[in-house]
């Protein structure tokens, strides 16, 4: 079962606008990860945050991480037609056997 | 380094059958993932393997299985396709003193 949940679940911006995406968890983790995938294919790790970090920057990305409300955001900034993609969230929690638990996604697409 | 590889790349089975697909991780780590994609469950975590040892596993019947050979590639198989089986399954592989996992292209299973 899916502990993430992403919000929205489709998101159309235009080109060098910012983009938003939610994600809310359900048990403790250790960490909270973002992936995007492209169209079908394999996963491309953008950004971990530790369950005792709050906020953490990479190049345009910025995430936030709230353990208190088990949520998570993800901003792009000055989008570019090539953020075209899915991106998930996905919790290392603390306790069970799953590797990675990961969310729906949130499916992005950049107008040019 | 070479990234995480997985073969064969694209798989048509039928009812049934069986299947063995493989994962070879980056060369260092030890720590390797198997994630099924579907349109309705979204990324599911199967097994992790390290050091020939299942560590975890994921809620799926028996007929998901994994191994992991001694130089850390990794097989996964499925006996007795289901049509319910026909999917994007991952392969990823980390170094245990990170937490970040790198994914392979996928193998795109198809069962008619």
């Known amino acids: 079962s899916q502990q993430g949940e992403e919000d929205p679940q489709a998101l159309s911006i235009q080109e060098g606008e910012n983009a938003t995406m939610n994600c809310s968890y359900k048990t403790s983790i250790n960490n909270l990860q973002w992936y995007r995938q492209n169209s079908g294919r394999g996963l491309v790790h953008l950004i971990l945050?530790?369950?005792?970090?709050r906020e953490k920057h990479s190049g345009r990305l910025r995430v936030t991480l709230d353990t208190s409300k088990k949520s998570s955001s993800l901003l792009i900034t000055a989008s570019r037609a090539a953020d075209t993609a899915s991106y998930f969230c996905?919790?290392?929690?603390?306790?069970?056997?799953?590797?990675?638990?990961f969310g729906q996604g949130t499916r992005l697409t950049i107008n040019p | 380094k070479a990234g995480v590889t997985q073969t064969p790349r694209y798989l048509i089975k039928t009812r049934g059958q069986q299947v063995t697909l493989s994962c070879s991780p980056i060369s260092g780590h030890r720590s390797v993932s198997w994630y099924q994609q579907t349109p309705g469950q979204g990324l599911q975590f199967l097994f992790e393997y390290f050091s020939e040892t299942q560590r975890n596993k994921g809620n799926f019947p028996g007929r998901f299985s994994g191994r992991q050979f001694s130089n850390s590639r990794s097989e996964m198989n499925v006996s007795t396709l289901e049509l319910g089986d026909s999917a994007l399954y991952l392969c990823?592989?980390?170094?245990?003193?990170?937490?970040?996992?790198?994914f392979g292209p996928g193998t795109r299973l198809t069962v008619l």
């Open positions: 996905a919790t290392d929690p603390i306790q069970g056997a799953q590797k990675l638990v």
């Open positions: 990823a592989s980390s170094d245990l003193a990170e937490d970040e996992q790198f």
């Open positions: 945050i530790r369950s005792n970090e």
